[in-house]
């Protein structure tokens, strides 16, 4: 993380409010260690241990608190590792005093086994967050899971491919600001390219379902975590997808699709934010071809004339519930992490947002990036145009049902490879679709 003036470090120092006259629990001359997992990489080097290495440095060391990173995983992971620690046992790691986790696994641990936020952070300074961040992480009135860091769902494209495509028909980036428009480009590219797909999805349930609630819907899930199929919006949106998806406009990514943009089997896909890691600065096509990426990023279609919604997702910080002092130290260290310019400092490394509104003020002004910028400029320029027109909307928190949503994507990755020829040898290409939608009824 880049140095900061002694003013900045004095003004950290001061960040934690002890509530009323209450004396400090904490004691420089006695500190007090706290265990912390993370899933911000694994690798010696992670921006997140280089903040704890300067919290421990500084604020840390002033006030009697220093933080041992005791474990790494991944988001997909780190609920069960900690479900097992929270069991006990010789054999299993100790329950970790501070970690990221999702709003499912902070509930599978028991709401009663975890800090509350709210009363660690007074309410003057939880308004400086974005207010759609804090509701993610609460649950029966706690915050359970304080944000640091959030991404969402954008349109990352091959720029050099879009401009000679631009060029040829007259496509615009404009063309792209809602799903109608996002569908036809798909279908006028395919025509353009002669049979290339346009876009790879990684989750194309979550935009179904932010288009369906764009469109009035509001309660199209089932009592078991599954989808109403008897709810004619969803069933036509999600047909919106199938349509294109049996034609070969788009397709489902392998996994990630920044794998499929930059080797140029498509020219755009729809995934995280935080996918901008993984994108090269080049494209290597298959031919043995290579060209700049010249990276553009957009944000999320909407649909045309209604209230834009985007997804939010990524982990946040909870605290295991032990003593009051260990509670004092754990406020101290994530009251630190999110001060303003230092969430702004690890997002742009990172590719989330920043969760308080300062910080996001201050990226059109941000010129530390990481190379290449301006990739990094055009990504941030998307989020800070969703951030101010569209609504965050929470992913779903039902039990099990994300194993139902990788079961859909296979299936739906496996059998998107005969499509083309079934086409061609005169299957319809709604009944195909329908082939679709019957996959996702099935999963309930």
């Known amino acids: 993380m880049k140095p900061r003036f002694f ?5 950290a120092l001061m960040i934690f409010p002890l509530t009323g006259c209450e004396k400090s629990l904490l004691d420089k001359d006695d500190p007090v260690t706290l265990t912390f997992w993370h899933v911000y990489g694994e690798q010696s080097g992670s921006p997140m241990d280089e903040l704890v290495d300067e919290f421990n440095r500084t604020v840390g060391a002033e006030k009697g608190v220093r933080v041992t990173v005791t474990g790494t995983s991944s988001a997909s992971q780190i609920g069960a590792f900690l479900l097992q620690a929270q069991a006990g046992g010789s054999e299993l790691p100790e329950m970790p005093d501070v970690f990221t986790c999702h709003i499912g696994d902070a509930l599978a641990l028991g709401a009663e086994n975890l800090l509350d936020w709210n009363s660690l952070f007074t309410e003057g300074e939880r308004e400086e967050f974005v207010s759609g961040f804090l509701a993610d992480g609460t649950a029966d009135g706690k915050l359970l899971v304080f944000p640091m860091s959030k991404s969402t769902h954008v349109l990352m494209l091959n720029g050099s491919a879009f401009d000679r495509f631009s060029a040829a028909t007259g496509a615009q980036y404009s063309d792209l ?4 428009g996002f569908y036809q480009t798909a279908g006028a590219f ?3 390219s002669g049979g290339k797909t346009f876009c790879a999805l990684d989750y194309p349930l979550r935009a179904v379902e932010l288009r369906t609630m764009e469109q009035g819907a ?5 009592e078991d975590g599954w989808y109403d199929t008897d709810n004619a919006v969803f069933k036509e949106i999600w047909l919106e997808f199938a349509r294109a998806l049996v034609q070969g406009h788009i397709q489902m990514s392998d996994r990630y699709s920044n794998t499929q943009v930059m080797t140029g089997e498509t020219i755009s896909g729809i995934g995280s934010s935080a996918a901008i890691l993984y994108y090269n600065d080049k494209v290597s096509y298959l031919d043995g071809t290579v060209e700049p990426m010249n990276l553009q990023v957009l944000p999320m279609p ?5 209230d834009a919604l985007m997804t939010q997702a990524g982990v946040g910080l909870c605290a295991y519930k032990t003593d009051e002092k260990r509670a004092e130290a754990a406020s101290l260290f994530v009251h630190w992490l999110t001060e303003p310019e230092r969430n702004l400092d690890f997002v742009a490394e990172t590719g989330y947002m920043p969760v308080r509104n300062g910080a996001f003020d201050a990226i059109e002004d941000y010129t530390d990036f990481p190379e290449p910028q301006q990739a990094y400029q055009n990504l941030y320029a998307a989020l800070n145009t969703m951030r101010q027109e569209y609504t965050p909307v929470s992913e779903p928190r039902f039990s099990g049902y ?3 949503v990788n079961a859909l994507y296979d299936a739906l990755r496996e059998a998107q490879k005969a499509y083309p020829a079934r086409l061609a040898n005169g299957e319809n290409m709604d009944e195909l679709a329908n082939e679709t939608w019957t996959l996702l009824c099935s999963m309930g």
């Open 7 to 11: 003013a900045a470090l004095l003004a």
């Open 177 to 180: 600001t809602t799903w109608e």
């Open 402 to 404: 994300y194993g139902k």
């Open 190 to 192: 395919y025509d353009y």
């Open 218 to 222: 509001e309660d199209f899930y089932t």
């Open 302 to 306: 909407k649909t045309n004339g209604a």
